[in-house]
């Protein structure tokens, strides 16, 4: 909830400012993207691995971002996204020596990212104009819930679940991709990554957790 107000304030920042400088050249687009690919960097607690193959992430994302055509080909500005991460990363193994199973799960989280935005135009072929862009900022992320797991005694099938509060860091956002225009509307497939690192509560250290994605959009650019 949170989250999402800080988002609601921070696009009315950017549509405030957009009409402080509108003039033709100024572009605002609206984005709906969803996952297509996702990968984990692989998290180890204790020995216990939770792998890159065992991701189940389902990303969806919303974007606004206010650019300025600097020339006819090239376009700059910002941009701010609610990126919300389901299933974020699960896994079982089995340890036949100690005859249990132990499921782990880390919760879903939510990612605001705050960024620049570079965009490259191509010539217009008919009403289709191609394109190349890139990201850069910062993310602000937050769990949802508990790290969560389960140990099921092999033999007897008698189960004992246990949770640990987990903390997310800030981090780096980047992302890098194209797409095509068509009369304002428009489609594009970017690769995007967010690096932070996450600390549960039964451990010293902090660890890695960077989530890596291919995210397929549909917008429409408004121009003034």
């Not at 769990?143 to 005694?153: L, N, P, Y």
């Not at 797409?179 to 890695?208: A, C, P, T, V």
């Amino acid at each position: 909830m949170k989250i999402s107000k800080t988002l609601l304030g921070l696009t009315g920042i950017i549509l405030i400012n957009n009409q402080a400088f509108a003039e033709k050249d100024t572009n605002v687009y609206l984005r709906l993207g969803g996952s297509v690919y996702e990968k984990y960097k692989t998290y180890n607690s204790k020995g216990y691995q939770i792998g890159d193959k065992n991701a189940e992430a389902a990303v969806v994302s919303f974007t606004v971002e206010a650019t300025r055509e600097i020339t006819e080909e090239f376009e700059a500005g910002i941009g701010i996204g609610v990126q919300y991460f389901d299933k974020s990363l699960t896994d079982t193994k089995r340890y036949s020596e100690n005859k249990v199973s132990v499921e782990q799960r880390m919760p879903d989280y939510k990612s605001v990212p705050v960024y620049l935005v570079t965009k490259y135009n191509f010539d217009r072929i008919g009403n289709w104009r191609p394109y190349l862009k890139w990201n850069i900022g910062y993310s602000f992320n937050k769990f949802k819930d508990d790290f969560k797991g389960k140990i099921t005694d092999i033999n007897t099938g008698k189960k004992m679940d246990y949770s640990h509060k987990v903390k997310a860091d800030n981090g780096v956002y980047l992302g890098m991709g194209g797409g095509i225009e068509y009369k304002n509307f428009l489609i594009d497939l970017m690769y995007e990554i967010n690096r932070f690192k996450i600390k549960i509560d039964d451990e010293s250290d902090k660890r890695d957790y960077d989530s890596q994605r291919v995210t397929l959009s549909v917008g429409y650019r408004f121009n003034f």
